[in-house]
């Protein structure tokens, strides 16, 4: 079992830039593939990032490359998402997510076996 938890969502402006973490506890977090998905109100949970289990590995979705960096830091058994140029369409509910051994297919939600609860970020416009 591994428990996730997120923080550092919160209310930013537009172009302004935030920090998310997730704290892992239980199994060895470096055996896990890492991701980090999103919901919007009214919208389907969709792909943000990707994290191989020893960081070698980065992928992300279209909408938010370039403005967006996933990271990890075994030592201390957290995933960062950097969110920066920050627009309200990136306004959602955001959730970490661990999947044993190499995920093949990132951006498929089942490919992945624990899930935190969320953190909300609202981006004003």
């Known amino acids: 079992q591994v428990q996730l938890v997120e923080s550092g969502g919160g209310l930013v402006q537009a172009g302004g830039s935030l920090r998310l973490s997730c704290a892992a506890s239980g199994r060895a977090f470096s055996w896990y593939d890492m991701g980090w998905f999103r919901q919007a109100p009214g919208k389907e949970r969709e792909f943000v990032a990707h994290i191989s289990w020893n960081g070698g590995i980065a992928n992300y979705a279209d909408s938010v490359k370039g403005r967006f960096t996933i990271s990890r830091d075994n030592a201390k058994n957290t995933m960062y998402l950097q969110m920066n140029s920050l627009k309200p369409e990136d306004t959602a509910v955001y959730y970490c997510?661990?999947?044993?051994?190499?995920?093949?297919?990132?951006?498929?939600?089942?490919?992945?076996?624990?899930w935190g609860q969320g953190t909300q970020v609202t981006v004003s416009s």
């Open positions: 997510a661990a999947g044993q051994g190499h995920i093949f297919y990132y951006y498929v939600e089942r490919e992945y076996e624990y």
